[in-house]
């Protein structure tokens, strides 16, 4: 295991020796630095295209970063490659030998670092224990269902207890959903059991949320945020944050600060004192962000409360989902299950929850 930094790592597919991107190249990665700390559980969560990928292979050692540098309990290790880094890697499809056994597989990775047999067969035996396959370890690979392979794919990045760190890139697209669950668990279990460091890469909000100690969100090639599912959920650092995280995602209303209040068209929110005092350090446009869940809606009409005309009601069985306008921008808010449906509700945003960005930051 190890702890694993990034110095001012940036990439652009295309560039030459020496390292170095032109102001012309489009960036996959903007400059970061960031440190994966040893025994810890990271999840790299993002939409396609943002960029998890790249840094997951520049952290293997597959793609070397157009700049900056990768360091492994403090030793750089940017120019070496996936072999000499002892990383272990599960992709997003099983890769295995199918005309191996089970055991064979995950004794394979043993085998190649010369393991004395009988000590490599207790590991194994360790591990198809932790991934419940020890009654298909006679079995040959080519006859298990899509799951399997990739518990043995996930075994065979499990097996050597010197690897500095097991990277997944997106291993449970392919896996039914029900089974998926299962598999984050046992994941989640074996992390709990051996401590190593994992960094798993995802662009679902579920998965990275139920499995990391730390979610770390990207888009366009940086990262926005890091941090638990709460700190996310309750505190986004940048309007993308709040909007990917949640189903649906947080609201966000262009709004105007003055008067010490929020002003969403005529419609007027309280803000707390502390909010408009940082509020003078920073310039435009603003954005007030509100998760549906704390919205306060009423079905009868209530005194200095805003009123807004409902254009949705979905009954979800453990709420009603309602949707609206307020000054031509969409509202959603979480509502009791036995929510009435009717054509207005009067709505109310508590100060306590209400955040506001400022060209896109959290202020």
Same mark, same amino acid.
């Given at each position: 295991?190890?702890?694993?930094?990034?110095?001012?790592?940036?990439?652009?597919?295309?560039?030459?020796?020496?390292?170095?991107?032109?102001?012309?190249?489009?960036?996959?990665?903007?400059?970061?630095?960031?440190?994966?700390?040893?025994?810890?559980?990271?999840?790299?969560?993002?939409?396609?295209?943002?960029?998890?990928?790249?840094?997951?292979?520049?952290?293997? &050692? *597959? #793609?070397? =970063?157009?700049?900056?540098? %990768? +360091? !492994? $309990?403090?030793?750089?290790?940017?120019?070496? @490659?996936?072999?000499?880094?002892?990383?272990?890697?599960?992709?997003?499809?099983?890769?295995?030998?199918?005309?191996?056994?089970?055991?064979?597989?995950?004794?394979?990775?043993?085998?190649?670092?010369?393991?004395?047999?009988?000590?490599?067969?207790?590991?194994?035996?360790?591990?198809?224990?932790?991934?419940?396959?020890?009654?298909?370890?006679?079995?040959?690979?080519?006859?298990?269902?899509?799951?399997?392979?990739?518990?043995?794919?996930?075994?065979? &990045? *499990? #097996?050597? =207890?010197?690897?500095?760190? %097991? +990277? !997944? $890139?997106?291993?449970?697209?392919?896996?039914? @959903?029900?089974?998926?669950?299962?598999?984050?668990?046992?994941?989640?279990?074996?992390?709990?059991?051996?401590?190593?460091?994992?960094?798993?890469?995802?662009?679902?909000?579920?998965?990275?949320?139920?499995?990391?100690?730390?979610?770390?969100?990207?888009?366009?090639?940086?990262?926005?945020?890091?941090?638990?599912?709460?700190?996310?959920?309750?505190?986004?650092?940048?309007?993308?944050?709040?909007?990917?995280?949640?189903?649906?995602?947080?609201?966000?209303?262009?709004?105007?600060?003055?008067?010490?209040?929020?002003?969403?068209?005529?419609?007027?929110?309280?803000?707390? @004192?502390?909010?408009?005092?940082?509020?003078?350090?920073?310039?435009?446009?603003?954005?007030?962000?509100?998760?549906?869940?704390?919205?306060?809606?009423?079905?009868?009409?209530?005194?200095?409360?805003?009123?807004?005309?409902?254009?949705?009601?979905?009954?979800?069985?453990?709420?009603?989902?309602?949707?609206?306008?307020?000054?031509?921008?969409?509202?959603?808010?979480?509502?009791?299950?036995?929510?009435?449906?009717?054509?207005?509700?009067?709505?109310?945003?508590?100060?306590?929850?209400?955040?506001?960005?400022?060209?896109?930051?959290?202020?």
């Amino acid at each position: 295991m190890a702890r694993i930094e990034l110095i001012d790592v940036a990439h652009a597919y295309g560039t030459q020796s020496p390292r170095s991107i032109s102001e012309s190249q489009t960036r996959a990665l903007h400059p970061m630095s960031v440190a994966w700390e040893d025994g810890t559980a990271y999840a790299l969560l993002g939409p396609s295209g943002c960029g998890k990928t790249t840094l997951l292979n520049i952290i293997s &050692g *597959l #793609v070397q =970063p157009s700049q900056g540098k %990768v +360091l !492994f $309990d403090g030793r750089d290790v940017t120019s070496l @490659p996936p072999q000499a880094r002892n990383i272990a890697q599960v992709f997003q499809f099983p890769v295995i030998y199918d005309t191996m056994t089970v055991f064979e597989n995950l004794a394979f990775p043993l085998k190649n670092r010369g393991w004395q047999p009988k000590v490599a067969q207790q590991r194994v035996h360790e591990i198809a224990e932790l991934l419940e396959m020890t009654d298909v370890l006679t079995r040959r690979a080519s006859g298990l269902s899509a799951d399997a392979k990739q518990k043995i794919s996930l075994g065979r &990045g *499990l #097996v050597r =207890p010197d690897v500095a760190a %097991v +990277l !997944f $890139d997106e291993p449970l697209t392919v896996i039914d @959903p029900h089974l998926k669950w299962l598999l984050r668990r046992k994941l989640k279990q074996i992390h709990q059991q051996l401590k190593l460091t994992l960094l798993y890469v995802t662009h679902d909000q579920v998965e990275a949320l139920t499995f990391a100690d730390t979610v770390v969100v990207m888009t366009q090639g940086e990262i926005v945020q890091a941090g638990s599912a709460q700190e996310l959920f309750e505190r986004p650092a940048h309007t993308f944050v709040g909007h990917f995280i949640g189903s649906p995602g947080m609201n966000l209303l262009h709004c105007e600060l003055r008067d010490g209040a929020a002003w969403v068209g005529t419609q007027r929110f309280r803000v707390e @004192p502390g909010i408009l005092q940082r509020a003078n350090s920073h310039t435009g446009p603003w954005r007030l962000g509100i998760r549906p869940e704390f919205v306060e809606c009423h079905a009868v009409e209530q005194p200095d409360l805003a009123r807004i005309d409902l254009q949705s009601f979905q009954p979800m069985g453990t709420h009603t989902l309602l949707g609206a306008q307020l000054n031509n921008q969409r509202l959603w808010m979480k509502a009791p299950a036995d929510f009435p449906e009717v054509s207005a509700a009067w709505i109310r945003l508590p100060p306590e929850h209400l955040r506001f960005y400022a060209n896109e930051r959290l202020v």
